[in-house]
C-alpha cells in the first residue's frame, strides 16, 4: 500500500489582487515530501497556514513566467533561508527561469536586504542555502526519484517566442496528477489528463464573461472556458477534476468589482457567478468536481 497522496490548493486566483484568492500555487505532498507546482503570490505564507514548513520544501516547478505563477519566489528562498533551511532547494522553470532568480537575490532585487541579514553568523554560515539550483526545462521528464516523475510540455497560452508555457503530468506514488498551467483547451493537456487521478486546470472565465470580453474586444482570450475544460475533461476520462485559476467573478469586494466592470458583466460578478461555471463544465462532464478556493484539500 502506498502512501496517501494530500494536494492542497495554496492559491487559486488568477493575476489580479484579490483578498480572496492567492495567485497559482499547488502542494503535492506524501508523507514529508513535499512538491510545489508554481509560486505565485501569498506561496509561502499559505505553506505555513497548511502547516507545512516551507524550509522542507524542496522542489519548486513553475509553469510559466507569469508573475501570478512565480512571484512568491524570493519570498520563499529568503524566508526559508531564514528559518534554516538545510537543503538546498530546486526550482525547475522555463528558459529564463536563471535570469530571473539570479536577477532576484544577493545579485539583484534583495541584494541589500540580504546584505543586511548576512551580517549575522548564523545567517552568514548558512548562505548557501539561499541560492537555489536552477533547472531551465524543455518538453520530456523533468524530473524523478523513487516517488515522483514529473513530464512537461508546451500548452498553449502566450507565444513561446515570448513566454514559454508549461503544463505538468506528475506521477506521485501511484497516482497521476495533470496541470494546466495557464492554456487555451490544448493537445498536451489531452495527454496529460488522460485518465489521470487527478486534473488541475485552470478555468479563468465564465461565458458569459467572455462573451462580453469579446464584444468589448478587451484583452485576449488565452485561457479555457468552462464549456471546453467540461469537454477536455470528459474526453480524457479523468477521475476527478478540479477547477482553478478563478478570473476574479465571484468577488464580492468593491475595489475589484470597480475593476471587472470593464472586463465582465458586472451584474453577475459575485458568488453565484460560479454556477454557470458549473453549469458549463457539467454539459460535458459528468465526474467529481471541485472548485478550487485557497487551502481546499484532496486525499488521493
Ligand atoms: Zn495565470
Ligand atoms: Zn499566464
Redesign the pocket.
Known amino acids: 500500500m502506498s502512501e496517501p497522496v494530500k494536494v492542497t490548493m495554496l492559491g487559486t486566483g488568477a493575476a489580479l489582487a484579490d483578498p480572496d484568492r492567492g495567485h497559482a500555487a499547488v502542494l503535492l505532498s506524501a508523507g514529508t515530501r513535499h512538491y510545489l507546482l508554481d509560486i505565485g503570490h501569498g506561496a509561502t505564507r499559505q505553506l505555513v497556514r497548511a502547516n507545512v514548513n516551507p524550509a522542507e520544501v524542496h522542489h519548486v516547478f513553475i509553469s510559466?513566467l507569469?508573475f501570478?505563477?512565480m512571484e512568491d519566489s524570493a519570498y520563499f528562498l529568503i524566508a526559508s533561508w531564514m528559518a534554516n533551511r538545510r537543503v538546498k532547494p530546486t526550482i525547475f522553470g522555463p528558459p529564463g527561469t536563471r535570469d530571473f532568480i539570479d536577477h532576484l537575490l544577493e545579485n539583484g532585487a534583495f541584494k541589500l536586504d540580504i546584505a543586511a541579514r548576512a551580517r549575522y553568523r548564523q545567517r552568514a554560515e548558512s548562505m548557501e542555502m539561499i541560492r537555489p539550483a536552477v533547472v531551465e526545462f524543455g518538453p520530456g521528464l523533468i524530473y524523478a526519484d523513487e516517488h515522483i516523475r514529473v513530464h512537461a510540455d508546451y500548452v498553449d497560452?502566450?507565444e513561446p517566442e515570448i513566454l514559454h508555457?508549461f503544463g505538468f503530468r506528475v506521477e506521485i506514488q501511484d497516482r497521476v496528477i495533470a496541470y494546466s498551467?495557464?492554456t487555451k483547451p490544448c493537445d498536451t493537456m489531452r495527454r496529460f489528463a488522460a485518465n489521470c487521478d487527478l486534473l488541475i486546470h485552470e478555468c479563468t472565465f465564465p461565458e458569459e464573461a467572455l462573451a462580453f470580453r469579446a464584444k468589448t474586444q478587451i484583452g485576449t482570450n488565452?485561457h479555457t472556458s468552462p464549456l471546453e475544460l467540461g469537454k477536455l475533461a470528459a474526453g480524457a476520462g479523468v477521475k476527478q477534476l478540479v477547477a482553478t485559476h478563478f478570473g476574479h467573478f465571484d468577488t464580492t469586494n468593491p475595489v475589484l468589482k470597480g475593476y471587472l466592470q470593464h472586463h465582465m458583466p458586472i451584474e453577475l460578478v459575485g458568488p453565484g457567478f460560479m454556477e454557470s461555471v458549473v453549469r458549463d463544465i457539467r454539459k460535458n462532464y459528468p465526474g467529481p468536481l471541485h472548485l478550487a478556493h485557497d487551502l481546499m484539500r484532496i486525499d488521493l
Open positions: 510559466h507569469h501570478d505563477h497560452h502566450i508555457c498551467g495557464d488565452d
